[in-house]
């Protein structure tokens, strides 16, 4: 089939579109500018010209394909409710293309919108709440309302492998480096689930084919929660500096901005989704990737 992928250059979206082209797919990638395009060229795609504002584009990259895998995101966390509600007009524009069709449109969020005490799963659903980025699911629900069918692959808060430069994981790293430690909050005993980018690719690949009922919930998550502790234990060991617990009042001054997710405890399942798309996750975990040269790179 022929997939339109927005996001089709970016970290994930990248290994998405060679997923899909290694299996025999066609590609449609949205471009946003000549050297976009041309990656897309050299991967085998196509490229639609447009970003993700320009709305006349998406609409006709939906209606020239048979499917769309919505991966674009503005990463701009200095007006992130702006960029969340972008995100949540993107949706309803490419739903509009597809209504009256069977296209499977499938969208990216993350596990991280779902609060609860133990393990977040599949069928826990979002509801609105004061974190912007609910926006995207409830869109998801708006289009599929109409005969969409729109579904979503939720990524957890650490996609990880070869190219990852802006990150949870990278971000973490600069910020030790910069401080001369590798601090933890409370012992460091949040976890972060996680997932190697080209399992994450797999899913998206798995779920287009599979055409799901609108509303479906898919997890790309293959470790459950990675605890804080080892993952800074590792990147002390890497950078050589010392490894550290501080308490909530001092990780404001260290995190800064990043204290919200330095202490993001968020342990998810990707069990149903392995199970239903007959997923088989096999590439590196988390820590063997920070114990690899991806993130550190040998002398």
């Given amino acids: 089939m022929k997939v339109f992928v927005t996001g089709a250059t970016g970290f994930i979206g990248s290994a998405v579109v060679?997923?899909?082209?290694?299996?025999?797919?066609?590609?449609?990638?949205?471009?946003?500018s000549e050297a976009s395009a041309k990656k897309l060229k050299a991967a085998g795609a196509e490229p639609v010209y447009g970003n993700l504002?320009?709305?006349?584009?998406?609409?006709?990259?939906?209606?020239?394909?048979?499917?769309?895998?919505?991966?674009?995101?503005?990463?701009?966390?200095?007006?992130?409710?702006?960029?969340?509600?972008i995100d949540r007009k993107v949706i309803e524009s490419i739903g509009e293309s597809l209504v009256g069709t069977t296209k499977p449109f499938i969208v990216t969020s993350g596990t991280g919108i779902i609060r609860k005490e133990g393990v977040v799963t599949e069928h826990d659903p979002v509801v609105a709440t004061p974190n912007p980025r609910t926006a995207t699911?409830?869109?998801?629900?708006?289009?599929?309302?109409?005969?969409?069918?729109?579904?979503?692959?939720?990524?957890?808060?650490?996609?990880?492998?070869?190219?990852?430069?802006?990150?949870?994981?990278?971000?973490?790293?600069?910020?030790?480096?910069?401080?001369?430690?590798?601090?933890?909050?409370?012992?460091?005993?949040?976890?972060?689930?996680?997932?190697?980018?080209?399992?994450?690719?797999?899913?998206?690949?798995?779920?287009?084919?599979?055409?799901?009922?609108?509303?479906?919930?898919?997890?790309?998550?293959?470790?459950?929660?990675?605890?804080?502790?080892?993952?800074?234990?590792?990147?002390?060991?890497?950078?050589?500096?010392?490894?550290?617990?501080?308490?909530?009042?001092?990780?404001?001054?260290?995190?800064?901005?990043?204290?919200h997710f330095a202490m993001f405890d968020n342990a998810s399942s990707g069990e149903w989704t392995q199970q239903e798309l007959n997923w088989k996750p096999g590439h590196p975990t988390l820590l063997e990737d920070l114990k690899s040269d991806v993130y550190f790179k040998e002398e």
């Avoid at 998406?58 to 499917?67: E, F, P, S």
């Avoid at 808060?157 to 971000?171: E, L």
Wanted: with cysteine; hydrophobic share 45%; charged share 25%.
């Fill in 18 to 32: 060679d997923e899909l082209l290694s299996n025999g797919h066609q590609v449609l990638g949205l471009a946003r």
């Fill in 53 to 85: 504002t320009d709305f006349e584009s998406l609409k006709k990259g939906a209606q020239d394909a048979d499917a769309v895998a919505h991966l674009g995101f503005i990463h701009d966390f200095t007006r992130f409710a702006e960029v969340c509600e």
């Fill in 137 to 259: 699911e409830l869109a998801v629900n708006a289009v599929a309302n109409k005969g969409v069918r729109a579904s979503v692959v939720r990524f957890p808060p650490s996609v990880h492998g070869v190219g990852d430069t802006k990150g949870f994981v990278p971000i973490y790293i600069g910020i030790a480096g910069e401080k001369g430690m590798a601090a933890v909050v409370n012992e460091g005993r949040n976890v972060w689930p996680a997932v190697h980018r080209l399992d994450a690719a797999k899913v998206f690949r798995l779920a287009l084919e599979k055409n799901p009922n609108p509303r479906t919930r898919y997890h790309a998550v293959t470790e459950q929660g990675v605890p804080m502790k080892d993952i800074a234990h590792l990147i002390a060991e890497r950078l050589q500096i010392p490894f550290k617990n501080i308490n909530e009042q001092e990780a404001e001054a260290y995190f800064a901005w990043f204290t």
